[in-house]
């Protein structure tokens, strides 16, 4: 049995401590949070779980094999690498770290203690995303030409990161994770208007083989929008989050290029349109499949597929796009 221990019980925190107390092979035997509210919340709905409010017991503790940090992002270095310091396994809430030195010093310290870490990029976990890098790896798509996605609301404002920290994580691990090329440079523009974080964000990264990707992200926008394009040469995908049903759908549609009869190198554009078809996906809490994936790492000592490299990752595109930003849109090679 694996026992976890879980530092911070605000927005996410109550689904961590929900979803490792029901798995076949984990517990949660302690919660930390400095607000006395949020402890009185833990007791009244798990009262095996014992409760502090000093981040230390938690980490010292003999008794916790795992420490989940789910806090704000300026505190996650510090924390995971008090666990990692103690023998414990970590699992990070998204972002990894603040910085992509701060994740490297972290990557190198598990490895050096035979330990594994996990950031939470729930998304991989998702019936889509399985999906969609099956139909990526099995050729179905084609070789890839671009990944589109919009991931826009009104709030939730956040304080200590910008919208690019905030939401470019979930589509970055995506990207990473479906996509084999990896992005070797990054065009990003962004504005702040409230509160002194930008909090609308355009940016592109570009890859290998001509792959291009466009993330769009906005706290500011009237409507609610989770929609991504992925175009192929054989096919092109969309996958709206919202709809509760067809939530991927494929189209056979597409353009190829051709020359003349006469051999004369022309470019002969010639339109595609074919059926579309919505595949079966796979049902269940993302966030379950992902913390029981954890879980068999750790037993089976094996790689999470969302491991602390993978977060590394993530954090340098990151840093990237905000070198970017600062510099009012200047290619940055990663």
């Keep these: 049995m694996i026992r976890v221990g879980v530092i911070g019980y605000g927005y996410w925190g109550p689904n961590i401590v929900r979803n490792f107390s ?5 517990k949660v035997v302690m919660v930390c949070d400095k607000c006395a509210g949020a402890r009185q919340r833990v007791q009244q709905a798990f009262p095996q779980v014992q409760v502090t409010e000093d981040c230390s017991e938690l980490i010292r503790s003999p008794n916790i094999d795992v420490v989940a940090v789910v806090t704000p992002v300026w505190t996650h270095f510090d924390l995971a690498k008090a666990a990692l310091q103690e023998g414990k396994h970590v699992f990070v809430e998204k972002p990894f770290t603040f910085t992509s030195v701060q994740a490297e010093e972290l990557v190198n310290l598990a490895e050096q203690k035979n330990l594994k870490i996990m950031v939470d990029h729930t998304f991989l976990f998702t019936g889509a995303v399985k999906k969609i890098r099956q139909l990526i790896e099995d050729g179905t798509l084609g070789g890839l030409y671009y990944y589109d996605s919009t991931r826009v609301n009104l709030g939730l404002f956040q304080h200590d990161v910008n919208v690019i920290w905030d939401l470019a994580p979930h589509d970055l691990a995506i990207m ?10 990054v065009v990003a523009t962004a504005e702040k208007h409230l509160n002194g974080l930008e909090d609308v964000a355009f940016l592109t990264y570009y890859f290998p083989h001509n792959i291009i990707a466009h993330i769009n992200v906005n706290w500011l926008s009237p409507v609610k929008v989770r929609t991504t394009l992925i175009g192929g040469e054989k096919k092109m995908l969309v996958w709206n989050d919202l709809e509760a049903d067809e939530k991927i759908r494929v189209y056979d549609k597409g353009v190829e290029k051709a020359t003349s009869q006469e051999g004369i190198y022309e470019l002969l554009v010639k339109y595609r349109s074919g ?60």
Excluded at 22 to 26: T, V, Y
Excluded at 289 to 298: G, P, R, Y
């Design 22 to 26: 029901c798995g076949e092979l984990s």
């Design 176 to 185: 990473d994770y479906v996509i084999s090329d990896k992005p070797n440079a």
């Design 275 to 334: 059926d579309m078809w919505a595949p079966q996906l796979e049902h269940g809490e993302a966030l379950k499949n992902e913390l029981e994936h954890f879980v068999n790492c750790i037993t089976n000592n094996t790689c999470p597929r969302n491991d602390g490299k993978a977060g590394w990752r993530v954090v340098s595109m990151l840093e990237a796009a905000d070198r970017s930003v600062k510099h009012r849109g200047e290619l940055v090679e990663l």
